[in-house]
């Protein structure tokens, strides 16, 4: 569904992303793990199209999503849940909502989605009329995933859903992360710093370490000590 | 003592009437400065055009078999097509280089220093085209009023300039209609979004400069419909806009950065202070008493009246 080929990107002089290759396969979970600075971020930033590779290519289901502006392509079925959430601090939890849900797929089916989002986070329901900017951490961060829900998207990016939660409201997030992978039709690219977590619920893994894929496979063949490699050196 | 009364209710009623216009000015820069931060010194120029364009307007409806009474306020709501596409056409080409996802103190060095040449570049034009003589527009309402007689005694009568009231009606009217269209439409809850914060809009698919293209253009819009109500009360001549750009900016600030609505009630304190000054205060004071308040009240209400008390992302 998802093909990057050799995708490079740089700030300034800076190497963010060195030829970095990855696929992600329809209805799959792939989780991308990696220190601080490794290039998680960028690497969704190029996929949603906020950063432009100067090398490499994208394609989403085939076709070539470089050549697409990055506000398209939220409606070809890509929805971005940055990290730090994001979501709009002056507009309603509705109104979060219903921007999430502009595209025409989310419009379509806007009264099933909004339902399931509900189903899936109740306290949105709760504080529908109230100001985003007003709602604790966890909440804006249902709410940042409510919104990327509300598109009927795809593919769902998720980066670093649990940063800056308290222990028992990340769980919560993890939760249902795995929830939506268990009801299925949805494909889920995760960058996620709980590793473990991440690794247990993924089908796939991607380890980046300075700009670059270091090793990536089946949960079970990035065993612990390789994991401690990249992440520590040693 | 009546008198006194009298004078009092009629400069509460011309403050009320001013703050009306005020007030819409205070709408159009609140899109342009309050919700999608660009620094626009040229927004009193824009008034200024729009008052021009409407007076040249109305010129053009008098032959045809409009009403006499209709073409001043036909030819000020007309004014705003034509500002809204030069408004589009002035952001793409000049001010979009200045904003964009990058936004911090350098975007606004640069829309700055911009948007003052752009300033000089219409005072200068005007002052070519239109010379340096004042106009107005003469409509048999401008010099004609309601008398409404006051109730406490037999000959105290408050004088309502009837092309002023309509002026006033129809731009709150118009203000009524930015606020809708900001606060319940679809394209007003995007362009929200966009300025809470442009990347996350991205990500839900706005395309965020032509949602600052749309605000920018309708910011010029209403300055240009506001000129358009001003010309019949307010003679135009090229460096008018100096005037009312700092009323603008007072008035956006003390409703409150960022609330649409919040910038009419700025305007509408502005155009009240201003008018109920004179009461007690010699005229040339006027603008001293407006920014004494001012200061007043951002010192008990730093975020204006209508500030957002949340941390924008």
Not at chain 2, 106 to 118: D, E, F, K, N, S
Not at chain 2, 282 to 304: D, H, K, T, Y
Request: hydrophobic content about 55%; proline content about 4%.
């Amino acid at each position: 569904m998802l093909r990057l080929e050799a995708v490079s990107v740089a700030y300034g002089g800076l190497r963010a992303l060195d030829g970095v290759s990855l696929d992600v396969a329809a209805g799959e979970l792939v989780a991308v793990v990696g220190p601080n600075g490794a290039g998680k971020s960028t690497l969704f930033r190029a996929i949603s199209g906020t950063v432009v590779p100067h090398a490499g290519r994208i394609a989403f289901d085939g076709a070539d999503l470089l050549a697409r502006p990055a506000h398209a392509r939220a409606h070809l079925g890509i929805a971005h849940v940055p990290e730090g959430r994001r979501v709009f601090p002056s507009l309603t939890v509705q109104e979060n909502l219903e921007m999430g849900g502009a595209t025409a797929a989310g419009r379509a089916a806007r009264a099933e989605l909004f339902a399931r989002i509900f189903a899936l986070f109740p306290i949105l329901a709760e504080r529908r009329g109230q100001a985003a900017g007003t709602l604790s951490g966890g909440q804006q961060q249902m709410l940042a995933i409510g919104r990327a829900l509300a598109s009927a998207p795809r593919l769902l990016l998720l980066d670093e859903p649990s940063m800056g939660l308290s222990p028992a409201m990340a769980e919560a997030i993890f939760d249902a992360v795995r929830a939506l992978r268990a009801e299925g039709g949805l494909t889920i690219l995760l960058v996620e710093q709980r590793v473990g977590d991440a690794l247990a619920a993924c089908d796939r893994g991607y380890v980046l370490e300075g700009g670059r894929v270091v090793l990536h496979g089946a949960p079970a063949e990035l065993a612990p000590e390789r994991l401690r490699h990249a992440y520590l050196g040693v | 003592m009546n008198a006194f009364v009298e004078q009092a209710v009629q400069a509460l009623a011309a403050g009320l009437l001013a703050g009306c216009l005020y007030g819409l000015t205070c709408v159009g820069l609140a899109l342009i400065f309050g919700i999608m931060r660009v620094i626009n010194f040229a927004q009193g120029d824009f008034m200024m055009v729009g008052m021009y364009l409407a007076t040249g307007l109305a010129a053009v409806l008098a032959r045809l078999a409009l009403p006499d009474a209709a073409t001043p306020f036909v030819a000020a709501l007309l004014v705003a097509p034509v500002l809204f596409t030069a408004g589009a056409l002035l952001h793409r080409l000049l001010i979009a280089r200045t904003t964009g996802l990058r936004g911090g103190t350098a975007a606004h060095q640069a829309q700055l220093v911009l948007t003052l040449g752009i300033a000089l570049v219409l005072q200068n034009g005007a002052l070519i085209v239109m010379g340096s003589a004042p106009v107005s527009i003469v409509s048999p309402l401008s010099s004609s009023a309601w008398e409404i007689p006051l109730r406490y005694d037999a000959f105290s009568t408050l004088f309502l300039n009837q092309g002023r009231t309509i002026g006033a009606v129809l731009a709150v009217l118009v203000a009524l209609a930015v606020f809708w269209l900001i606060g319940r439409t679809e394209l007003g809850k995007s362009l929200r979004a966009a300025a809470d914060d442009p990347e996350a809009a991205t990500y839900v698919g706005i395309d965020v400069a032509r949602a600052h293209r749309i605000a920018f253009a309708a910011g010029t819009a209403i300055a240009g419909v506001a000129g358009g109500l001003m010309v019949l009360a307010y003679p135009v001549q090229p460096f008018v806009g100096t005037d009312f750009v700092i009323i603008m900016y007072a008035g956006v600030v003390l409703g409150g950065i960022g609330s649409v609505s919040g910038a009419f009630w700025g305007g509408m304190t502005i155009g009240l202070v201003q008018q109920l000054s004179t009461l007690v205060l010699p005229l040339q004071l006027q603008n001293a008493a407006v920014f004494a308040v001012f200061v007043l009240i951002l010192l008990f209400r730093p975020q204006g009246f209508f500030g957002l008390n949340v941390e924008r992302a």
